[in-house]
């Protein structure tokens, strides 16, 4: 059994800043791939940001600049630093990250999701 916990969403005003983690635990062997999607209201999941294993980043072009996601191989987390926020970015974010279990079954796991909300 694998879980994906994220933390750091908050209230924050136009301008500032948040820190979101979110770290892999249970039956796991290896992780590839570990990103940040987010869904506002009425909207499709977009991806936010992507890192492979090696530290390759991807993000969305509406982000780069003010965002940054990160990882720690050795404790199974991925953060997204977030600066400069703006009222487009409030959304739920979630976890996601490509695991390999003990069991070397694949998987695609996503966290519960962190309510980001920025007011104007």
């Known amino acids: 059994q694998v879980q994906l916990l994220e933390s750091g969403g908050g209230l924050v005003q136009a301008g500032g800043s948040l820190r979101l983690s979110c770290a892999a635990s249970?039956?796991?062997?290896?992780?590839?791939?570990m990103g940040w999607y987010r869904q506002a209201p009425g909207k499709q999941r977009e991806l936010v940001a992507v890192?492979?294993?090696?530290?390759?980043?991807n993000y969305a072009d509406s982000v780069k600049g003010r965002f940054t996601i990160s990882r720690d191989n050795t404790k199974n987390t991925v953060h997204l630093q977030m600066n400069n926020l703006k009222p487009e970015d409030t959304a739920v974010y979630y976890c996601n990250a490509q695991i390999i279990a003990r069991d070397y079954s694949g998987m695609d796991s996503w966290g519960k999701g962190t309510l980001v909300t920025v007011s104007s």
């Open positions: 890192i492979g294993r090696g530290g390759v980043t």
């Open positions: 249970g039956s796991i062997f290896s992780i590839n791939a």
